[in-house]
């Protein structure tokens, strides 16, 4: 039997974030129903997070009490704080994730406050999702280059890997967020985190700014890593990090592990159906 390899469907959160026009909730319920009858294990579906730092993710309750519940999906949100853990609690997301930084220039243009800081806040969340048995997923953004501070060090990503590990985190989502990695940088930066780390917990989550991510998917693959992030139509961005395109296609990604041997359990012909969808509520910043 072939490897699985797990693919985690960004396109409604990471896809959808960056979008100036405000794209209606009964479009983002529709996408998220599309991509829960792919295939996929795991869907982001939204942000718990300030409604004026990112307007576009303001209906994230409405989209939570929307969508279908396929009883094989585990959907997760972001929560940056208390605030929006309970935020998430209270609409039964099945999983949370926090996000941090390996650059102080990211942590403070995207959450307002310095990495040390941001762990801070994040021990009470995780304290909480752990009493409530909620799994926390940790983001690492920024883990070869920063928009604001330049080229990030391996050491600082696996500092903070580690510390959001240790804090409780079952995964460490590792994020090029403005795409600007290359094979040589990614496998750097994974050799220096796989001495903390080992491979299973750690995920690849790419953006395709300068065309490089199925490149970065395959050397992260040759160094263990068995899980990826992706968007469907490869929509997204992230607003406080000029110049991050799109997260690298969920077709483009699922086509490549197939060609590699790998088993993605989606269905390719329902998941070209959603990149078709997910690419029409593209609008004004597409
Ligand atoms: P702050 O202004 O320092 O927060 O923002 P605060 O605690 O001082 O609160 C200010 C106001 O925000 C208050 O409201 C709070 O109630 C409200 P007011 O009294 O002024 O009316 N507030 C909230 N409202 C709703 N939900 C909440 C929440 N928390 C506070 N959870 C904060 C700090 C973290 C809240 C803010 O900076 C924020 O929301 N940032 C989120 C930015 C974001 O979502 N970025 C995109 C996701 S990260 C990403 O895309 C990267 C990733 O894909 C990986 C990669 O690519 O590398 C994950
Ligand atoms: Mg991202």
Redesign the pocket.
């Known amino acids: 039997m072939s490897e699985f390899v797990t693919i985690f469907e960004?396109g409604p959160r990471?896809g959808l974030?960056n979008e100036t026009n405000f794209v209606p909730t009964g479009q983002k319920i529709e996408l998220v129903d599309r991509l829960s009858g792919c295939g996929f294990r795991k869907i982001e579906v939204t942000?718990?997070?300030?409604?004026?730092?990112?307007p576009q993710?303001a209906d994230a309750q409405e989209v939570m009490e929307g969508i279908y519940r396929h009883p094989a999906v585990t959907y997760s949100v972001?929560?940056?704080?208390v605030?929006?853990y309970g935020?998430a609690v209270r609409v039964s997301a099945d999983e949370v994730a926090i996000?941090g930084s390996a650059s102080e220039g990211f942590s403070r243009k995207?959450?307002?406050?310095s990495v040390a800081e941001s762990i801070e806040r994040f021990k009470p969340l995780i304290e909480k999702a752990q009493k409530d048995a909620i799994p926390v997923r940790g983001?690492v953004?920024?883990v070869t280059d920063c928009p604001y501070d330049g080229a990030t060090s391996p050491a600082k990503v696996a500092e903070v890997a580690k510390t959001l590990f240790d804090l409780g985190c079952y995964e460490i989502?590792l994020?090029?967020?403005i795409g600007a990695g290359t094979p040589e940088t990614i496998g750097k930066m994974l050799d220096t985190v796989l001495g903390d780390l080992p491979a299973e917990k750690l995920a690849g989550?790419f953006?395709d700014t300068k065309g490089r991510a199925l490149e970065n998917i395959e050397i992260s693959l040759d160094k263990g890593l068995r899980t990826f992030d992706s968007a469907v139509g490869g929509l997204g961005g992230?607003?406080?990090a000029p110049g991050?395109k799109g997260n690298v296609a969920t077709e483009a990604v699922a086509a490549l592990l197939s060609d590699k041997g790998f088993e993605t359990g989606l269905d390719m012909d329902k998941l070209k159906d959603a990149a078709a969808f997910a690419r029409s509520l593209r609008g004004a910043s597409a």
Do not use: E, R
């Open positions: 960004m990471d974030q942000s718990f997070v300030s409604p004026k730092w990112v993710m972001l929560t940056p704080n605030k929006g935020a996000f995207n959450i307002n406050c983001y953004s920024c989502s994020g090029d967020t989550h953006h992230c607003p406080y991050a």
